[in-house]
């Protein structure tokens, strides 16, 4: 907790002078029953080795656009663009959306399910020398912890991720499934950070 406090004192310094993210490079060690890790390989395999598609945001709220859109001359943040054509979320449907997920916006899902930005980009599978298959891969700003964490408990494996942050010298290691004290500390965090990205770099969020 005290790691991740410091991390985001620096980050709130580094974001008043940029308007793109730090990425941090992320290499997973995977370990548990055999089955259970085969099963996870497999699985991740199936979905392009992409990490996030473990656990997909709602298709509900990956259909809807964010960010600023005029309709009729009424400025909207979130809208509908498919073969109906373009039209802005009504309120009820973005209240009836919000007691389903906590949040009619992908990108606030995100942060409360994955922990980050945008879940893990550049993901590749290598096997060490020893046999052993790990996962490299990067993520904006931070680790996506949370995501992690669902995904150990998932498939009943351990993760281990080794931490390099682009503003933080040194290797951090962490583990997964965490326990349930350090989910509610990094939530937290996350929920701190991501107010401080959001008042910061703003137009980041739009498509």
């Not at 974001?15 to 390989?41: Q, S």
Request: proline fraction near 4%; charge should be negative; charged fraction near 30%.
């Amino acid at each position: 907790m005290k790691r991740l406090m410091n991390i985001l004192k620096k980050l709130k310094r580094i974001l008043r002078g940029i308007k793109m993210p730090n990425w941090t490079d992320n290499l997973l060690i995977i370990d548990g029953p055999v089955e259970n890790v085969k099963a996870f390989f497999t699985e991740l395999s199936s979905k392009n080795n992409n990490l996030a598609a473990l656990m997909p945001v709602p298709d509900e709220l990956d259909k809807i656009h964010q960010g600023s859109r005029e309709f009729d001359g009424v400025r909207v943040d979130a809208w509908y663009e498919d073969d109906e054509g373009a039209r802005p979320v009504l309120d009820i449907r973005k209240d009836e959306l919000t007691e389903k997920y906590g949040t009619y916006k992908s990108i606030d899902w995100q942060y409360k399910n994955w922990g980050t930005k945008w879940g893990d980009c550049e993901t590749e599978v290598f096997t060490n020398n020893e046999g052993k298959k790990i996962i490299t891969f990067q993520s904006a700003w931070g680790p996506p912890w949370k995501l992690l964490h669902d995904i150990a408990v998932k498939y009943d494996i351990i993760i281990i991720d080794n931490v390099q942050y682009e503003f933080e010298p040194g290797i951090h290691i962490d583990k997964y499934p965490m326990t349930e004290e350090h989910v509610a500390d990094n939530m937290k965090v996350s929920n701190n950070l991501d107010k401080l990205i959001k008042a910061s770099v703003d137009e980041e969020y739009k498509d």
